[in-house]
């Protein structure tokens, strides 16, 4: 079954020849980079301008991945037709959850996953788009650092925890923090705005108990991190 997708990586690094195996067409809609955040929200506003009907899925992915399994996409986009959650291929290199392959085992949910590549279902996008002012990032974070961690919070808060779901038999390679090394990252800023915003949602009553543990470990770690 074929479907539509957004497909959206930053302008700096991205193979021609991978973008051109996953799209006919591509279009560079940034000459420098403007930021994680900001970059992939443009994609995804130009993209949704160019086409008459909504996509299915968003396709957001770093610049700095390698795809050597050539069935990594399909997938992601098999287990998509199956259910709504943001799906995550495996890797190599991230912060928890890495392996050296592909592997046979079954997807699996999670709470929140690295958005080294994302495949997001449209609507959650509209969704985040329409009640927070985003298509999938917060442009606080700046350059990076952060961006994915709350966006898997807020969906978390609508959407339930488990909202993510890891997929072994998709794998691509990460070659780990060589974008953020070529600009000025300040990693300490963005984990500032981080915390901050989780500390603001902490003081809403109706808060669920589950994210309540997830903001006081983030904040816990974060500012382990910057002392």
């Not at 929200?41 to 909504?54: D, H, T, Y």
């Not at 974008?179 to 669920?208: C, F, I, M, Y």
């Not at 309540?212 to 470990?217: C, M, P, S, T, V």
């Amino acid at each position: 079954k074929d479907v539509e997708m957004v497909i959206a990586a930053t302008a700096q690094g991205a193979a021609i020849e991978t973008l051109s195996e996953m799209a006919a067409n591509y279009t560079y809609l940034a000459p420098r980079n403007v930021g994680f955040a900001y970059g992939m929200n443009r994609a995804i506003k130009m993209g949704v301008q160019f086409e008459s009907e909504a996509p299915d899925y968003v396709l957001c992915f770093n610049n700095d991945l390698q795809f050597p399994n050539k069935g990594w996409l399909r997938h992601l986009v098999d287990i998509a037709e199956q259910t709504t959650q943001v799906l995550c291929p495996a890797t190599d290199s991230a912060a928890h959850r890495t392996q050296s392959g592909p592997e046979s085992k079954p997807s699996y949910p999670v709470d929140n996953n690295s958005a080294y590549c994302w495949l997001v279902p449209f609507k959650w996008c509209q969704f985040l788009k329409d009640t927070y002012g985003f298509w999938l990032f917060d442009e606080d974070f700046k350059p990076a650092y952060g961006e994915d961690d709350w966006t898997a919070f807020l969906l978390a808060k609508h959407f339930g925890p488990k909202h993510m779901r890891y997929v072994p038999r998709s794998f691509v390679k990460h070659l780990r923090g060589r974008t953020a090394r070529t600009v000025e990252h300040n990693r300490r800023d963005s984990g500032r705005t981080l915390v901050k915003k989780l500390q603001a949602e902490l003081r809403d009553e109706k808060l669920p108990s589950y994210l309540k543990r997830w903001a006081q470990n983030y904040i816990s770690i974060l500012s382990t991190r910057q002392s």
